[in-house]
């Protein structure tokens, strides 16, 4: 069995930085064709020169003759001025800002500590269709960890959305069937992205056979029935939810410690993974818009041109993959992934 689609574009995605940045690209650059990638460096990507200098060094470190194309984000601070956001408008290869509040997340600290700051940014970015890309999570420690998506609902995202009319939201790697239940009553110009664990895993594989500390991720995982609901929008053809993985790396020694990381990296084969979702369901002819479709339309570019062939053939996943001078351990490592993206060269001897 096999499945030729559009090839995929990755709506968000954590690259890092430097050599460790070079050993993850290609994994990504194998499969897809584009993807939004996070600002969240040390020190954060704030300015469109920093993205056009990042995205500069993003390309450098693409294997030899892939055409993958970096989208670049920045990310948003109290002080992100509005003529900042004039500037990356005008720049066809920024295609967001991100808003991460401050202590949310991995390198958040330098995120929004007050919305009311940037009321004004936000609404230059409506006025040039610049999309807002949400981690939507409050921080507030007296909300429990698993409520904090659906709190951030009530007290930050709705609110915002009346307030800054015409405003583009991507709700970023959403967990609950409360996110899923809130995009879909919002205007159509709110929009969410599903990650390829949140799908495929709940709240248990933290705990599964020990303390798992590469099941740990930003929003942490879900009661199952959230998983159900995420699962239940992605395989609903409804354009207003697309793929964006959230492979998040980390060193090996910086998850596998007190205080680990949160970060799923999931790069290695997360059109696999998806594709494995969307077969539980029943529903993998609905993988392509999820996939190819509706996160290009969403932010206005040409659908990419070409197809990949997805093969539906076990494989056993590595312990481990480089990332600079570590090693990063990726989603399902050592165990089998049931679909292999196809080698150019073997397409024409599939069956139809
Ligand atoms: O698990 C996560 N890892 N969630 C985030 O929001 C950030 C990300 C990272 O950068 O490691
Ligand atoms: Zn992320």
Not at 54 to 77: C, H, K, V, W
Not at 157 to 175: G, K, N, Q, S, Y
Request: net charge negative.
């Amino acid at each position: 069995m096999h499945l030729t689609i559009t090839p995929p574009d990755d709506m968000h995605l954590h690259l890092r930085d430097g050599r460790a940045m070079a050993d993850v690209v290609a994994h990504t650059a194998r499969t897809f064709a584009r993807a939004v990638i996070m600002p969240n460096l040390q020190p954060p990507v704030t300015t469109a020169a920093a993205a056009c200098a990042y995205r500069q060094r993003i390309i450098d470190a693409l294997p030899e003759g892939s055409n993958f194309e970096p989208l670049m984000t920045l990310y948003l601070t109290d002080l992100t001025s509005p003529d900042e956001i004039v500037e990356a408008a005008a720049d066809d290869t920024i295609v967001g800002v991100k808003l991460y509040p401050a202590g949310a997340t991995t390198n958040s600290d330098a995120g929004v500590t007050d919305l009311d700051l940037v009321i004004p940014t936000l609404e230059t970015m409506s006025e040039h269709c610049l999309p807002l890309l949400v981690h939507g999570e409050v921080t507030d420690p007296a909300v429990d960890i698993f409520d904090r998506e659906r709190v951030f609902i009530d007290r930050v995202l709705a609110p915002l959305v009346e307030r800054v009319p015409d405003l583009r939201v991507v709700f970023e790697h959403i967990t609950t069937a409360d996110a899923v239940a809130w995009v879909l009553q919002a205007p159509p110009r709110i929009v969410a992205t599903i990650t390829p664990h949140h799908l495929l895993l709940d709240r248990n594989a933290i705990f599964s056979g020990g303390l798992d500390p590469h099941h740990y991720c930003l929003p942490v995982l879900k009661r199952n029935r959230h998983r159900e609901a995420l699962l239940w929008a992605a395989t609903s053809g409804n354009p207003r939810f697309f793929l964006g993985t959230d492979s998040a790396p980390h060193p090996r020694h910086a998850k596998e410690c007190a205080h680990g990381c949160a970060g799923i990296f999931s790069a290695h084969a997360a059109l696999e993974l998806y594709a494995e979702a969307f077969e539980d369901a029943d529903a993998l002819h609905l993988l392509e818009g999820f996939a190819s479709h509706h996160g290009a339309d969403f932010y206005g570019r040409p659908r990419n041109g070409g197809a990949i062939t997805l093969v539906r053939e076990e494989w056993t996943a590595p312990a481990t993959y480089a990332f600079g001078d570590a090693v990063v351990v990726p989603l399902r490592a050592g165990g089998t992934i049931r679909w292999r993206v196809a080698k150019e060269e073997d397409v024409g001897t599939l069956e139809r």
